[in-house]
Every structure is written in structure tokens, then in C-alpha cells.
């Protein structure tokens, strides 16, 4: 099984980067799929999930409304949109599968909110 995410970097105040994860290994449809994060000093947290399907999402409070989560299973890929940055959401974001067989995560990309 492998996670592979990309899209972290410096970003300024108020723009937005989009977050991607590509998934080996495994049978991609019938995980959830989830994006965590962890920012400096603190513990990690879910910031949001997606579904088998793609049609059931869930979002933390501190980032509903700003942040989007969406998969491709023709892709084995899940999303993570993230718009309107605040320098709180300054963090290290994992992608997390939870699938039948067991949980897995990837190595975490660097996102860096900062003007």
C-alpha cells in the first residue's frame, strides 16, 4: 500500500493550493479517504473525509466552507481543495485511507501559510 501526496508549499494569506494523493496498493473504491493534518507542536487532526463513492463528505468546523474534498476512482487519486488560507492552516496534511483490510498513511506534504 502507498500514499503519495503532493501540492504542499508557501502560500500567501487568503490564496488557495490544492493537495493531491495518489494510492497504490490496494483496492481504491472501497476505502474511505481522509486528509489529515498537524500543525507545529500540536497533534494531528481530521480536517475532512470523503466517502466510497464520493457523495458523503464530512469537514472539520475550522475549515468548512473554505476547504474542499473530492476522489477520482478511475484515478486512484483524492483531493484536497483549499481556499481563502489563513496562517493557521499552516500544517504537515496527510492522506489516510481506512479500507477493509486496515488504515494506512502517506508521508505528509509541508503547507506553509505566510505572507
Known amino acids: 500500500v502507498q500514499l503519495v501526496e503532493s501540492g504542499g508549499g508557501l502560500v500567501q494569506p487568503g490564496k488557495s493550493l490544492r493537495l493531491s494523493c495518489a494510492a497504490s496498493?490496494?483496492?481504491?473504491?472501497?476505502?474511505?479517504m481522509s486528509w489529515f493534518r498537524q500543525p507545529p507542536g500540536k497533534e494531528r487532526e481530521l480536517v475532512a473525509s470523503?466517502?466510497?463513492?464520493?457523495?458523503?463528505?464530512y469537514y472539520s468546523n475550522s475549515v468548512q466552507g473554505r476547504f474542499t474534498i473530492s476522489r477520482d476512482n478511475g484515478k486512484n487519486s483524492v483531493y484536497l481543495q483549499m481556499n481563502s488560507l489563513k496562517p493557521e492552516d499552516t500544517a504537515v496534511y496527510y492522506c489516510?485511507?481506512?479500507?477493509?483490510?486496515?488504515?494506512?498513511w502517506g508521508q505528509g506534504t509541508q503547507v506553509t501559510v505566510s505572507s
Open positions: 489516510k485511507r481506512t479500507g477493509p483490510d486496515g488504515t494506512s
Open positions: 470523503v466517502a466510497r463513492d464520493g457523495r458523503t463528505t
Open positions: 496498493g490496494f483496492t481504491f473504491s472501497s476505502a474511505v
